[in-house]
């Protein structure tokens, strides 16, 4: 997609700090990191996000994230990763080609749970369970 950010870093045309690659997907550090070390995992050909994304390409990303993470582990003393998509403006998403954040944590590291934990209505999240299973 001509006017895509991440295509043109899939393409070279601009500059990333590259992580490594696949012949699917590409690992690259994030410019405006969450927490040191965080990276992006992107699929070479542009999908929006992950609700429009063929199998292929999620599993190669979801892959690569697992290995980018792992490396954070071993090698950038991470103690827990967030791996983190994002699909469409009302869910935050700011650029759209899919990715996956891959944000290395540690204790106290500040990162809230964006949600309460508090138990919700039964009959409400059955009524939810029975909506998306009939999509399935
Ligand atoms: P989103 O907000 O869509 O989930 O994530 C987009 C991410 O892309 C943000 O974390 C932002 O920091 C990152 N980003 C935006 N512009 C650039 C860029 O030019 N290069 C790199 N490497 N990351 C970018
Ligand atoms: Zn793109």
């Known amino acids: 997609m001509t006017d895509c950010l ?5 393409a070279g045309e601009i500059p990333a700090i590259r992580i490594t690659e696949t012949d699917r997907a590409i690992a690259f550090m994030d410019i405006f990191p969450a927490a040191p070390g ?5 699929p070479r050909e542009h999908h929006d996000d992950a609700l429009g994304a063929s199998d292929e390409d999620l599993a190669a990303c979801m892959q690569l994230a697992s290995r980018v ?3 954070a582990v071993s090698h950038l003393g991470a103690t827990g990763v967030t791996f983190q998509s994002l699909a469409r403006p009302d869910a935050g998403q700011t650029v759209f080609h899919l990715h996956i954040h891959v944000i290395p944590r540690v204790a106290g590291d500040g990162f809230a749970v964006p949600w309460p934990h508090a138990e919700g209505d039964l009959a409400e999240i059955e009524g939810h369970a029975a909506r998306l299973r009939s999509a399935l």
């Open 38 to 42: 965080h990276a992006l995992v992107i």
């Open 69 to 71: 993470g792992q490396a």
């Open 6 to 10: 991440f295509c043109k870093i899939v």
